[in-house]
């Protein structure tokens, strides 16, 4: 459709192209602009800077940046798997699969290629990139048919690719021409550890090698020929030597480039034609080309800065492109890596040089002539340092104590940086940014990076950010991880210790041994710590929870077994393993909602809810279902909920392992675990992924090997995705590290706090010091893990049949003293639609006015129950 609208086209939908009209959105210029975007690949933007997680789950859904209808509610045209072939800058056209078509504003954000040196043979079969989904599902077909492979290129991108060989389970060999691994961030003592750190994980590095041809090869399908009359044999091989800036479209449409390729662009993004403006690592900027993310994202705010002018009051003050930080960091095949600035040296620079063999760990720091300013670092084995000293480079200000002192640094100490620091590279977030957005009330690491963006690229400021979050907090007065209420100064993690350490089992005792000093002995808690307590003494010896002890602990729901309604009802939920049920307890359970006249909805979580269930008709309800063989579904307490699971390998064709046994076997293990917060389980078959087991908080996925186990995801307001923890586990495995998480998260989580947001406050490292933890015994604490989750699972008990030979407990469900006399009137808080009964509400009455409309009429009738009134 045609409009008036000016026409701005981006052509390129990679990750810079895409924060373009990200950029574009948020500042609400689009709505002035007609967009279009294409991009030459067959799905929207993803994140190239992730790349090998897709081996971890062979999917690339993780990796997605956006989407097409995502694209399509912003009001613009995304053109996917198309090509520019040519630009007409005097008329402004661009030429699109022979058809043509107009711009107003042109920004080309077209990336680059993978250099692929010219080696006699590297056309052969299984001679591969490594750049795009489509390279990464070449390669993974690739390596069903091979047990080794080679990566040309021992630099960021080489490195990765090896990674990605090792992870699907090949022998791996990385062939590197220059005499050091990684020689444009890393000195030779630099290059010189990692090449032993990734000789210790199993991966063979060869330096100095030119390799002249590929040929058939007498043990493997290719023979690498090198210079020095050596050779190498493998099954298939990775080019991964560098890239090169996918120039073409300019170059054939008479727009500037380099001599060594690159679009040629000044200060401004512009390039040598008006209203053409380049970004990201196609575009040349002072014979520089910029291979990292953060430049591009970068550029694409300039050159946003620079269209927006001629939009009326739509000015984005001009922007101007004076250069990127280059600074870096990043985990290698498990090794930490950081470069700063001149991380090679210079003429007349002095150093501080720190190197620890026993620990594998080198450190060194150039500084200028006078030996004030930090002109560059490099940091390999340890990186805890990386923050300081981008802060202290960033800023460009002398030092104000000896440079040795930025190497040993109590790490203790509070952190010390300006307002302006930058924290974020990829997003040129900086400390203030932060600051403002905790002082406005966001307190929790997923909420500031909603707002900021920090940590939200590479994520590797994300400790950084978490630390700056508490910080400011505490400069508030606010507090954090401190007392949970007015009556203890401790967090939950930190009470659970005293009721462990101290075998502190009711809350009496723990109230007069720990609580603050003017706490008053007649309080004896609130509503904040009294269902914490309770929740931590289920958890460590999972006893009855309404025993004469804990009872007047619980919140209204624990109280009554039961979740409470917005209209004074309760819900029964029983617990339905794994989703599977026999006909004989389907047709019961049917029975009993319709004896009690129960609105019944088969939930995402796979089970069976039954709501409108009057109080005083709970415990008869429950005794009907437990002689059915059924047990509480503990849908009022914060504890295992469900365990999804598709059919797997018993009835789908696809299925590689059983989903529902396993999910069944979870569920009977895990359900008597009380938790910090709610848990969800799933468990898939395949990859397909058909019980969405990556959205939970333990999520399971069967390969041909095994297991893979995802941690941490959940969805309501705020999803997020599982991180794979672990791949081809057994089921052993997988239940011993299952057992390991649960517990330590129970452990040490804050109160209420969801699994998720619990693993992204792990300052010390999110999920891979979670994996240290758990995999490793970093803590030395699984031994006492496993044995805490034995006692719960062997305490287990049906809360709701113990309840039921309880007398003392049954008189809490007489709602009336007199049943006799209680009100008959208890249909008029219903309706019926659907052949179910509904709470009376405005919401279920408009739509049963959709469902009523007469044919013709116009006119919309809605009837409530008692039939006293009628709108027309």
Request: some cysteine.
């Amino acid at each position: 459709m045609k409009t008036n609208k000016p026409k701005l086209v981006v052509v390129g939908n990679g990750m810079v192209g895409h924060h373009f009209v990200e950029q574009l959105c948020e500042r609400q210029i689009s709505q002035h602009y007609d967009v279009e975007v294409y991009g030459a690949e067959k799905i929207p933007a993803y994140d190239r800077v992730q790349l090998s997680k897709y081996f971890a789950n062979g999917s690339a859904d993780e990796l997605m940046l956006t989407s097409q209808a995502d694209y399509e509610s912003k009001g613009i045209a995304l053109h996917l798997g198309q090509q520019v072939s040519h630009i007409d800058t005097a008329n402004k056209w661009l030429t699109v699969n022979g058809e043509q078509t107009p711009y107003d504003k042109l920004v080309l954000a077209t990336g680059s290629y993978p250099f692929v040196p010219p080696i006699k043979g590297n056309d052969r079969r299984d001679c591969m990139v490594y750049r795009t989904i489509d390279d990464l599902e070449a390669i993974e077909q690739a390596a069903l048919n091979a047990s080794s492979g080679v990566v040309i290129g021992g630099g960021l991108l080489g490195l990765e690719a090896a990674n990605a060989l090792s992870a699907l389970g090949l022998k791996t060999h990385v062939v590197e021409f220059a005499p050091q691994l990684m020689s444009v961030q890393l000195n030779d003592k630099g290059g010189e550890l990692l090449k032993q750190k990734i000789e210790a994980l199993g991966l063979g590095v060869h330096l100095s090698k030119a390799t002249e041809e590929i040929v058939d090869g007498e043990t493997a399908q290719h023979r690498l020929k090198f210079s020095d009359g050596s050779f190498l044999e493998t099954d298939m091989i990775v080019f991964s030597a560098g890239i090169r800036p996918q120039d073409t479209l300019a170059r054939n449409s008479h727009i500037s480039v380099g001599e060594r390729g690159g679009i040629v662009i000044d200060d401004n993004c512009q390039t040598s034609v008006n209203d053409v403006y380049a970004i990201g690592e196609c575009a040349l900027w002072q014979q520089k080309i910029f291979g990292l993310v953060a430049p591009g994202y970068q550029m694409a705010k300039v050159a946003l800065s620079q269209i927006t002018p001629l939009m009326p009051g739509l000015s984005v003050a001009p922007l101007t492109f004076s250069g990127a930080d280059m600074s870096t960091k990043l985990k290698l095949l498990g090794v930490d890596v950081a470069s700063i600035g001149e991380s090679r040296g210079f003429d007349k620079a002095q150093y501080v040089e720190l190197s620890d063999v026993q620990a594998g760990v080198y450190k060194k720091l150039w500084l200028d002539e006078t030996g004030l300013y930090l002109r560059g670092a490099v940091l390999v084995g340890n990186v805890d340092e990386y923050s300081l000293l981008l802060s202290q480079y960033l800023s460009g200000e002398a030092l104000e104590e000896p440079a040795v002192t930025l190497l040993l640094a109590d790490e203790s100490a509070p952190l010390t940086l300006k307002d302006n620091a930058i924290v974020c590279s990829c997003h040129q977030v900086t400390k203030a940014d932060i600051v403002e957005q905790v002082i406005a009330g966001n307190h929790q690491l997923a909420e500031v990076k909603s707002c900021t963006k920090a940590a939200s690229g590479c994520g590797g400021c994300s400790a950084l950010v978490q630390q700056i979050i508490d910080q400011t907090m505490q400069a508030q007065g606010l507090e954090t991880d401190s007392g949970i209420c007015c009556h203890f100064d401790h967090d939950r993690q930190a009470l659970f210790h005293l009721c462990q350490v101290e075998d502190i089992k009711d809350f009496e005792h723990l109230y007069q041994q720990h609580a603050v000093e003017n706490a008053s002995p007649l309080a004896l808690g609130c509503d904040i710590c009294k269902p914490v307590a309770a929740s931590i003494f289920a958890s460590l010896e999972n006893q009855y929870v309404l025993n004469e002890k804990h009872v007047a602990l619980q919140d209204s729901n624990d109280a009554y077994l039961g979740n409470l309604q917005k209209n004074g009802s309760y819900s029964v939920v029983p617990r339905v393993p794994g989703g599977e049920i026999t006909p004989d307890k389907l047709i019961a359970m049917g029975q009993i909602a319709k004896r009690y006249d129960l609105y019944t909805k088969i939930t995402g979580g796979q089970r069976i809810d039954m709501f409108g269930a009057q109080l005083s008709d709970l415990p008869a309800i429950w005794s009907e279902l437990i002689a059915q063989g059924f047990e509480t579904g503990h849908a009022y307490g914060k504890s295992l909920r469900t365990v999804k699971s598709c059919v797997g390998s018993t009835w789908c064709r696809y299925g590689v392992q059983d989903a529902v046994g396993l999910a069944i076997a979870l569920e009977h293990r895990y359900k008597g675990l009380r938790s910090p917060h709610k848990i969800k389980f799933a468990v898939s078959g395949c990859t397909r992924e058909c019980a969405e087991a990556q959205s939970k908080d333990i999520g399971v996925i069967a390969t041909e090997k095994g297991w893979n186990l995802f941690v941490c995801g959940n969805g309501g307001m705020r999803p997020r995705h599982g991180d794979l923890f672990a791949t081809d586990l057994s089921t052993e495995q997988l239940v011993q590290y299952i057992d390991r998480v649960l517990m330590f998260y129970t452990k040490t989580a804050a109160r209420l706090q969801r699994t998720s947001v619990w693993m992204e406050s792990l300052v010390a490292g999110g999920l891979e010091y979670l994996q240290s933890v758990i995999i490793d015994d970093a803590l030395g604490v699984n031994h006492e893990l496993e044995q805490q989750m034995d006692k719960v699972v062997a305490n287990y008990q049906c809360e709701w049949k113990t309840s039921l030979q309880d007398d003392v407990f049954l008189q809490r469900f007489s709602e009336f003293v007199n049943p006799e006399e209680a009100p008959m009137n208890a249909e008029k808080h219903y309706q019926y639609q659907r052949e179910q009964k509904f709470p009376i509400t405005s919401d279920v009455q408009t739509f049963a006015a959709i469902n009523n409309r007469e044919s013709g009429a116009g006119n919309i009738a809605i009837t409530l129950l008692d039939n006293e009134e009628a709108l027309v």
